[in-house]
């Protein structure tokens, strides 16, 4: 078996641990004599997998107890509707920064719902940056403002929070779930889809202030309502109930390692290679502003189409795979979430180093 290291945006790597203890679960899950896929979400058996994942992501991200955890399906663009219809309700406005295409979604749907305003962009620089944003910027009235805290096709981050005040912060963490710590606090709601830093496609977790729950647009549909996957503890009706089950895995393999801090120790010395690397070549060049760069999506450049093209290829038959950036940009990404190994990026940066030489 040779595994390749994958680049990918997502859905992307899984930790190998987790995987392994996937397979050898499939079959028989803790003397269940079932697989989890083949179990009835309403059994006790699935009942202690969904409460341990809920309970290990608690303790990973350090959520306080006036948060709900909720699994849904939808994936993060479903969120870019859930949260106006069920925070919108007040004032029907809301503030959005733009600092990419799916800070662009979700405002974009907004504007569906509600008086949608964008308070600043990075568009003028290809979202290579992120706009200074502060409270004297907010909507006086708005119910919430929404930023996209880790653009995953342009590779910027908030390396330090805005400061908006008492606004309620509502947060795409798509991208960069797990792999910081996050004062939850500071925010409203925090969404992401599973399949970049969590787990398998599918399964989308909320994180939301309990007194957020239960004043949605009459037009929101019951699926779409907070309050209803709320009251249920996720099971409305049928979760994704095997992602569920890989998130938890992906968790206790967080929290064996040492925790958040440690993973976070790992991903700043892992992007470090990387963008020391960058910094230093003539061929490459980062297409972020150093003070807003990811740890977890690393986009550059050559200065030729040409040379780009031959990279990702001649990358790919050496097992570096999906470099390519995202379409809109052009360019090559490396997205280097929890589960890529120090090794990966290392044996990336010496194969980048030889292409540099050879061309
Ligand atoms: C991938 C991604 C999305 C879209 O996620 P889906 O689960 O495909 O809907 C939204 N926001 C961010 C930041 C993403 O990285």
């Keep these: 078996m040779s595994r390749v290291y994958n680049f990918s945006a997502g859905p992307s790597m899984l930790p190998v641990e987790v995987l392994e203890r996937a397979q050898k679960e499939m079959l028989d899950c803790n003397g269940s004599g079932q697989s989890v896929m083949e179990m009835s979400h309403r059994s006790k058996e699935y009942q202690a997998i969904i409460d341990k994942t809920e309970a290990t992501l608690r303790e990973v991200l350090n959520i306080p107890d006036n948060y709900k955890v909720l699994f849904l399906q939808g994936g993060a663009s479903t969120q870019f509707a859930m949260v106006p219809l069920n925070l919108g309700n007040k004032n029907k406005k809301a503030d959005y920064v733009i600092t990419g295409q799916w800070a662009k979604k979700a405002y974009a749907e907004g504007g569906r719902y509600l008086e949608a305003t964008a308070i600043a962009s990075s568009a003028d620089k290809t979202f290579s940056y992120l706009p200074k944003v502060d409270k004297s910027m907010l909507t006086p009235d708005a119910d919430f403002v929404h930023i996209c805290y880790n653009n995953t096709i342009y590779g910027t981050h908030y390396n330090t929070m805005p400061d908006f005040g008492d606004a309620v912060v509502v947060a795409d963490m798509s991208s960069c779930i797990l792999s910081e710590e996050v004062d939850i606090s500071k925010f409203g709601i925090i969404y992401a889809g599973a399949q970049k830093n969590m787990g398998p496609a599918g399964v989308t977790v909320v994180i939301i202030r309990e007194d957020l729950i239960g004043d949605a647009m009459d037009i929101t549909p ?86 780009n093209a031959k990279f990702i290829a001649e990358a790919k038959a050496k097992g570096f795979i999906n470099l390519k950036g995202h379409r809109s940009v052009g360019g090559m990404r490396a997205s280097i979430y929890n589960a890529m190994p120090k090794e990966g990026v290392e044996k990336l940066v010496a194969f980048m180093t030889e292409f540099e030489a050879n061309n």
């Design 222 to 307: 019951t699926m779409l309502n907070y309050e209803t996957h709320s009251e249920n503890g996720s099971m409305f009706n049928t979760p994704p109930t095997y992602g569920i089950y890989i998130v938890g895995l992906v968790c206790e393999w967080i929290k064996e390692m040492g925790g958040i801090k440690i993973m976070h120790e790992k991903n700043v010395e892992k992007a470090k290679i990387l963008y020391d690397f960058l910094d230093n070549s003539k061929m490459f060049k980062g297409t972020v502003v150093p003070e807003d760069r990811s740890l977890m999506n690393v986009p550059f450049v050559t200065d030729s189409e040409d040379l």
